[in-house]
């Protein structure tokens, strides 16, 4: 049903933007995690995941039924590609391996671990050893075992794992349809996270190098992608996603803004007169990108300030099992 589930909501997005498929589950990805965030404010996280499923299942079967005709090429260009192939893959043989797994490092029983549990199975933020982060990527593997029916340390991973390979699938975009190329860009996907193996990546559901990856997506997206509509719904999720992202997401996100907006003025200058490039369109997209970072983290703090009471009950509860 998982499985379902997302490719209908990539299914979705590749009609959207006109793009093939792997390009297009990062963007299922970032807009559920979006929505359950937006949704946890007024206390629906749970109705929401059901909301999301169905929302996914009737774009997904839409934009298939506008491409039922024979002659249309939907189906061949942009959804039966080597990325679909290989997300499959991942999904499964990490569905596999990852569903029984136990999660032993130290921060999943001080935090990741019970922040998620507890989330589970009081569909809020809200856990006995407080809001330390903010909710991504706990968002995401919420969504995956209340889909599943069941909360498992596995799932933690399999989900960290799927939204970290969804990142790095566009890659094939570059490939020009050449089977070695697909073959070589095959392995550089599976074998980047390895990179970070210190950041227990396969065995733990720790974000840090999701924040690596997601960061390095969003900048050679913004550099090299030429679909404008599917870049600046790439790059406003991201951000969001990534200021969402441990308590230092946030100046993580301003760094990536700052590297683009240095990017634009540098590539811009003896072009055109200083005054020009500041009021440039590529310019307001940066201050616009910021503005968006500073706006999710005062809106985390908001939840932090709206629901302080109930953080403060499940503080002292906590304590009094310590005592006990």
């Given at each position: 049903?998982?499985?379902?589930?997302?490719?209908?909501?990539?299914?979705?997005?590749?009609?959207?933007?006109?793009?093939?498929?792997?390009?297009?589950?990062?963007?299922?990805?970032?807009s559920t995690?979006?929505?359950?965030?937006?949704?946890?404010?007024l206390n629906?996280?749970?109705?929401?995941?059901?909301?999301?499923?169905?929302?996914?299942?009737?774009?997904?079967?839409?934009?298939?039924?506008?491409?039922?005709?024979?002659?249309?090429?939907?189906?061949?260009?942009?959804?039966?590609?080597?990325?679909?192939?290989?997300?499959?893959?991942?999904?499964?043989?990490?569905?596999?391996?990852?569903?029984?797994?136990?999660?032993?490092?130290?921060?999943?029983?001080?935090?990741?671990?019970?922040?998620?549990?507890?989330?589970?199975?009081?569909?809020?933020?809200?856990?006995?050893?407080?809001?330390?982060?903010?909710?991504?990527?706990?968002?995401?593997?919420?969504?995956?075992?209340?889909?599943?029916?069941?909360?498992?340390?596995?799932?933690?991973?399999?989900?960290?794992?799927?939204?970290?390979?969804?990142?790095?699938?566009?890659?094939?975009?570059?490939?020009?349809?050449?089977?070695?190329?697909?073959?070589?860009?095959?392995?550089?996907?599976?074998?980047?996270?390895?990179?970070?193996?210190?950041?227990?990546?396969?065995?733990?559901?720790?974000?840090?190098?999701?924040?690596?990856?997601?960061?390095?997506?969003?900048?050679?997206t913004y550099?090299?992608?030429?679909?404008?509509?599917?870049?600046?719904?790439?790059?406003?999720?991201?951000?969001?996603?990534?200021?969402?992202?441990?308590?230092?997401?946030?100046?993580?996100?301003?760094?990536?803004?700052?590297?683009?907006?240095?990017?634009?003025?540098?590539?811009?200058?003896?072009?055109?007169?200083?005054?020009?490039?500041?009021?440039?369109?590529?310019?307001?997209?940066?201050?616009?990108?910021?503005?968006?970072?500073?706006?999710?983290?005062?809106?985390?703090?908001?939840?932090?300030?709206?629901?302080?009471?109930?953080?403060?009950?499940?503080?002292?509860?906590?304590?009094?099992?310590?005592?006990?």
């Amino acid at each position: 049903m998982l499985y379902i589930i997302l490719c209908m909501g990539s299914i979705f997005w590749a009609d959207r933007y006109h793009k093939k498929i792997e390009n297009c589950f990062v963007l299922t990805f970032l807009s559920t995690m979006l929505i359950l965030y937006i949704a946890s404010f007024l206390n629906l996280l749970e109705a929401a995941v059901w909301g999301i499923a169905m929302f996914w299942i009737l774009l997904g079967g839409h934009a298939l039924w506008r491409h039922r005709k024979k002659e249309d090429l939907f189906l061949q260009q942009q959804v039966a590609t080597t990325g679909f192939l290989l997300f499959t893959i991942l999904f499964f043989v990490f569905l596999v391996f990852s569903f029984n797994k136990m999660l032993t490092n130290w921060d999943q029983y001080s935090y990741w671990s019970i922040c998620t549990k507890n989330t589970f199975y009081n569909n809020n933020w809200i856990t006995d050893v407080g809001i330390q982060y903010p909710p991504v990527p706990i968002a995401i593997e919420y969504f995956f075992m209340k889909i599943a029916g069941e909360y498992r340390q596995g799932i933690e991973a399999f989900a960290l794992q799927m939204l970290t390979f969804s990142c790095l699938l566009p890659l094939f975009q570059y490939t020009k349809e050449k089977r070695i190329q697909k073959v070589a860009v095959s392995i550089l996907v599976i074998c980047v996270p390895a990179i970070f193996i210190m950041l227990n990546f396969y065995d733990s559901s720790y974000p840090d190098a999701l924040m690596g990856i997601l960061l390095g997506f969003m900048l050679s997206t913004y550099l090299l992608e030429e679909n404008k509509d599917y870049r600046k719904t790439v790059l406003i999720m991201s951000f969001i996603a990534l200021t969402l992202m441990k308590s230092t997401g946030v100046f993580i996100a301003i760094i990536g803004v700052m590297i683009l907006l240095f990017y634009e003025i540098l590539s811009q200058k003896g072009k055109k007169p200083f005054r020009k490039i500041i009021t440039s369109k590529r310019i307001k997209t940066c201050m616009l990108l910021l503005l968006i970072v500073i706006g999710t983290f005062i809106s985390w703090k908001g939840y932090q300030t709206f629901y302080s009471g109930d953080l403060k009950q499940a503080s002292t509860q906590a304590i009094r099992r310590r005592k006990r």
